[in-house]
């Protein structure tokens, strides 16, 4: 089992609809992500986090908004998006973001239909 | 430009059959190399991390060597539970000489192995 818990599972939502992502992980690390994986494709960053707070945003639309609570905590609220939106979204941590050390740990992920 | 190439895209063998997946990068600044292993619907699952040529790292069946251009994943006497998509992905620095935690993935390999 991954040490990173990503909720929900499944998620469809209509492209009027508002949805959030969630991601939980207890292992200390202080940089959290988030990355988007199409079907046969690799994973693509979108959005880190280090001590809480926001350190790169990969030029995401503004309909994708992330959010660190706390260092444990990750969402990504979603708002407006389109069809071609829908993929995998995994969260990932590491200790730090910047460590030469530090492999990220994904999760399972959500997967996300907009219809 | 940094790349990342992983060949072959897939690989059939038969179990025990042992072969290797090559990851060729041409990056400045190498601050690691990871290789992940993916199975359909799951987050990558961490293997290993390399940080120097002749670094050599074995987790069972598996076993990652690393060059100055590029890195294989030997897997000795596959079994079935061995089939996934196995993806390579570089750290690099920035400019002012800090990485952060941006992975550059490979496009994988899908690895199947017959009983």
């Known amino acids: 089992d991954t040490e990173v818990t990503q909720t929900p599972k499944h998620l469809v939502m209509g492209m009027t609809n508002k949805k959030s992502l969630k991601c939980e992980q207890h292992?200390?690390?202080?940089?959290m992500y988030w990355y988007k994986q199409k079907a046969k494709k690799p994973p693509e960053l979108m959005f880190v986090y280090s001590y809480e707070k926001l350190s790169i945003n990969e030029s995401v639309p503004s309909r994708f908004s992330p959010e660190c609570p706390n260092s444990s905590l990750l969402n990504l609220h979603l708002h407006a998006l389109q069809p071609e939106d829908s993929a995998l979204y995994l969260c990932?941590?590491?200790?730090?973001?910047?460590?030469?050390?530090?492999?990220?740990?994904f999760g399972n992920g959500t997967r996300l239909t907009v219809t | 430009e940094d790349q990342v190439t992983q060949s072959p895209e897939a690989l059939r063998l038969q179990e025990g059959e042992s072969s290797s997946l090559n990851c060729s990068y041409t990056v400045s600044g190498l601050r690691g190399l990871f290789w992940y292993r993916q199975d359909p619907g799951k987050g990558p699952e961490f293997l290993f991390t390399?940080?120097?040529a002749g670094e050599e790292k074995e987790k069972e069946r598996l076993k990652a060597t690393l060059t100055k251009k590029e890195s294989f994943l030997h897997i000795t006497a596959p079994k079935p539970e061995d089939s996934a998509t196995y993806l390579c992905?570089?750290?690099?620095?920035?400019?002012?000489?800090?990485?952060?935690?941006?992975?550059?993935f490979g496009q994988g390999t899908i690895l199947t192995v017959h009983p």
């Open positions: 292992m200390g690390h202080r940089a």
């Open positions: 390399l940080y120097s």
């Open positions: 990932a941590s590491s200790q730090e973001m910047d460590s030469y050390n530090s492999p990220l740990h």
């Open positions: 992905a570089v750290r690099i620095s920035t400019a002012g000489g800090t990485s952060y935690g941006k992975l550059t």
